[in-house]
């Protein structure tokens, strides 16, 4: 029996993304339903990655996002202690990536994706809360809070790192853990200071007591981001928050006390632009864990959250443009066995990407000046030896996978 009406549950980028392939390439009816009363605001400035560009491309979503962000041809790394590079992540290679990479707005994705989204005809419900699932031999049925029930062909958790799905219906033993790290970021108006800012357009600074990173975020180059990721106590939520009032302010000197240093001269100055400082602990899942189950499927971070490196959406565009393939190419076979096509095809890279970000996420937290210089040395020989291994990261394409060798 063809699969015709997906249930989306999650409805940020993960499940927007899903609902855009599904409809556009499978020709399928997807329902999406998220729990907030509207779409998400709070996530910062993320950095789109070639891959991530050109899928964004394929979904219709990159014209009317392209124009909102900063196109970035490479992130360069560089010691707080010295001011010296130790190396940079290189999209600058048209010819083969098709494109460089984007910063922007986590906001601006996802509105762009809802209007495109709004286009073809399909609208978020908002405020649904998932309380039951009922799985039958042909179907599945969401049940809600509110006593909505939903029937589908398959059900799709794109619910996040707090994924519902998978901790009542997966997996319920696989809930997130805290990393022992948070990020701190802004947004603020730097046009007339970027002759004091020695970036192109994005510079990630590495140090003893965290990593601090400057991006624009526009092409104007006017908007610059800021965000701090270092160490820190359990902070007792799992959502970030926007911090106020004498808070704000304790923060601002915790970061000038990290990261203020002759390589950062401007720091102050930056920082007392900064109003609106916002406060997000890192969460991380286990990996290895189930996906799947009977004919519900984990995409994104609820399947595969890992320490932010740079390409979490990358990844989970990557999951729904591998999904909409395979349920093309498994079209009269059973859901359980597409799931388990999907699942054979994506662990292998997915692995591979949670062993980089465990890496890399651990020099982040506070370290000695022995292990901070050596820090230093590692990763200038960790990104003189992976870029090749990165340029063909950057120029893979699930699209490209030839499926008919399956079966």
């Excluded at 003893?208 to 908007?223: C, E, I, M, V």
């Excluded at 109003?275 to 499927?297: H, Q």
């Amino acid at each position: 029996m063809p699969t015709q009406h997906a249930l989306i549950i999650g409805g940020g980028i993960a499940g927007a993304a899903a609902a855009l392939a599904l409809t556009q390439r499978n020709r399928m009816t997807c329902s999406i339903f998220e729990i907030r009363s509207e779409p998400a605001t709070i996530g910062g400035a993320i950095n789109l990655t070639p891959n991530a560009m050109r899928y964004l491309e394929h979904l219709g979503v990159l014209p009317r996002l392209k124009p909102k962000g900063c196109e970035v041809k490479y992130i360069d790394i560089l010691s707080l202690r010295t001011g010296q590079p130790l190396g940079k992540i290189n999209f600058d290679n048209i010819e083969k990536f098709k494109h460089h990479a984007l910063r922007v707005m986590r906001d601006d994705l996802l509105q762009s994706m809802l209007q495109t989204l709004k286009e073809a005809g399909v609208d978020v419900q908002y405020g649904m809360k998932v309380q039951s699932v009922i799985e039958a031999n042909e179907s599945i049925s969401a049940v809600f809070e509110d006593g909505t029930t939903v029937k589908g062909d398959i059900l799709l958790g794109c619910d996040g790192i707090h994924s519902a799905i998978r901790t009542k219906f997966i997996d319920p033993s696989r809930m997130p853990e805290y990393t022992g790290v948070a990020c701190a970021y802004d947004l603020l108006d730097a046009g007339d200071l970027r002759e004091i800012i020695p970036i192109e357009s994005t510079s990630l600074y590495t140090g003893g007591f965290g990593s601090l990173l400057l991006s624009y975020t526009n092409a104007a180059k006017t908007r610059l981001y800021i965000s701090a990721v270092m160490g820190t106590e359990d902070v007792g939520s799992r959502e970030g928050w926007a911090i106020k009032g004498q808070d704000q302010e304790a923060m601002k000197q915790d970061l000038l006390r990290r990261f203020r240093g002759p390589t950062l001269p401007f720091l102050e100055k930056l920082l007392s632009r900064t109003d609106s400082l916002v406060l997000y602990p890192v969460f991380k899942i286990s990996d290895n864990g189930p996906w799947t189950s009977g004919r519900m499927l984990l995409l994104g971070d609820a399947a595969h959250a890992m320490p932010p490196q740079g390409e979490s959406v990358g990844l989970a565009l990557e999951d729904v443009m591998l999904l909409s393939r395979v349920l093309e190419h498994c079209n009269g076979k059973s859901v359980e066995e597409s799931f388990q096509l999907y699942d054979k095809l994506r662990r292998p890279r997915i692995n591979a990407a949670v062993k980089m970000a465990n890496f890399g996420f651990e020099t982040v937290k506070r370290n000695g000046w022995f292990k901070t210089i050596l820090i230093e040395w590692i990763t200038w020989i960790f990104l003189a030896f992976t870029s090749s291994r990165k340029e063909r990261e950057f120029a893979y394409d699930v699209r490209d996978i030839d499926l008919d060798c399956f079966g």
